[in-house]
T-cell receptor
Framework: DVKVTQSSRYLVKRTGEKVFLECVQDMDHENMFWYRQDPGLGLRLIYFSYDVKMKEKGDIPEGYSVSREKKERFSLILESASTNQTSMYLC????????????FGAGTRLSVL | AQSVTQPDIHITVSEGASLELRCNYSYGATPYLFWYVQSPGQGLQLLLKYFSGDTLVQGIKGFEAEFKRSQSSFNLRKPSVHWSDAAEYFCAVGINTGNQFYFGTGTSLTVIP
């Protein structure tokens, strides 16, 4: 079974802190994604990566950056956390990109105070 | 604007009753279509997908969906709902032209005894 692991289920941070959300997949997938999930808005793509060190902006990249130094790991970085970044963050991976099955982690619920 | 619409924010059904969750999209090209389910506290799991061929697609957990091009719809159905089906359901649409992929806003399903 494909496993996508997000390092934290819950995080509480203060405004202005630098926040790292980590995601690891164990199936050698080329593509990895970071989504933000908010009630009534569904899932919105923040960034995706189709290879090591490669990244593309999604629909809502402002205030976020990403890092993919190894194939199995995709990190989401909030350079200076703000209260409007309080949300559920979901990581996913797939073999062939968006038009393929995406395998999701359990999510990280981030609260920025 | 191109979009994915799940008209029902919340649905309540009795255990054993049939279920239909609606999904409509507004893209002109032939889409890739997906239904994902998110159980409480979990990430998303693929229920089924449609890329081409037979427009009636069978998925896991007894779910099926039918692609109707004339109605731009991909509705999810289950003949007899179980209490364990209580979850949030997301429709997703991918369009190869322009490399677009979007999730709907989700439908929350409650199952009552």
């Amino acid at each position: 079974d494909v496993k996508v692991t997000q390092s934290s289920r819950y995080l509480v941070k203060r405004t202005g802190e630098k926040v790292f959300l980590e995601c690891v997949q164990d199936m050698d997938h080329e593509n990895m994604f970071w989504y933000r999930q908010d009630p009534g808005l569904g899932l919105r793509l923040i960034y995706f990566s189709y290879d090591v060190k490669m990244k593309e902006k999604g629909d809502i990249p402002e205030g976020y950056s990403v890092s993919r130094e190894k194939k199995e790991r995709f990190s989401l970085i909030l350079e200076s956390a703000s209260t409007n970044q309080t949300s559920m963050y979901l990581c996913a991976s797939s073999i062939k990109g968006w038009f393929d099955i995406q395998y999701f982690g359990a999510g990280t619920r981030l609260s920025v105070l | 604007a191109q979009s994915v619409t799940q008209p029902d924010i919340h649905i309540t059904v009795s255990e054993g009753a049939s279920l239909e969750l609606r999904c409509n999209y507004s893209y002109g090209a032939t889409p890739y279509l997906f239904w994902y389910v998110q159980s409480p506290g979990q990430g998303l799991q693929l229920l089924l997908k449609y890329f081409s061929g037979d427009t009636l697609v069978q998925g896991i957990k007894g779910f099926e969906a039918e692609f109707k091009r004339s109605q731009s719809s991909f509705n999810l159905r289950k003949p007899s709902v179980h209490w364990s089906d209580a979850a949030e359901y997301f429709c997703a649409v991918g369009i190869n032209t322009g490399n677009q992929f979007y999730f709907g806003t989700g439908t929350s399903l409650t199952v009552i005894p």
